[in-house]
Nanobody, 123 residues
Framework: QVQLVESGGGLAQAGGSLRLSCAASGRTFSTMGWFRQAPGKEREFVSSINWSYDRIYYADSVKGRFTISRDNSKNMMWLQMNSLKPEDTAIYYC??????????????????WGQGTQVTVSS
């Protein structure tokens, strides 16, 4: 069974850090990514990384603060979030697609999704 399981969400103060984890199982994935969705807002792209680690993208809103990584031998992906801001508050979703693509920043580009983990940043 293909599954993505997220962990690491929680409460942080502004300026603090959190690290989200995504454990994949059932198969490997060409591209993996993170999206987030705040109440009343559309799901938005945060970051993505390809199989060979050499194609990485960040949303402008998180560039310089967040770092995406993956370890194919463990079939895991992480999102290190530093210098957190209240506007980072959202449910964060792990996502993955099975076929190769050059650029995937839309939810429709992905085949599988985790359950989401809540990140709350206080001021």
């Amino acid at each position: 069974q293909v599954q993505l399981v997220e962990s690491g969400g929680g409460l942080a103060q502004a300026g603090g850090s959190l690290r989200l984890s995504c454990a994949a199982s059932g198969r490997t994935f060409s591209t993996m990514g993170w999206f987030r969705q705040a109440p009343g807002k559309e799901r938005e792209f945060v970051s993505s990384i390809n199989w060979s680690y050499d194609r990485i993208y960040y949303a402008d809103s998180v560039k310089g603060r967040f770092t995406i990584s993956r370890d194919n031998s463990k079939n895991m992906m992480w999102l290190q979030m530093n210098s957190l801001k209240p506007e980072d508050t959202a449910i964060y979703y792990c996502s993955a697609r099975t076929s190769a693509t050059y650029y995937a920043i839309k939810p429709s580009n992905y085949d599988y999704w985790g359950q989401g983990t809540q990140v709350t940043v206080s001021s």
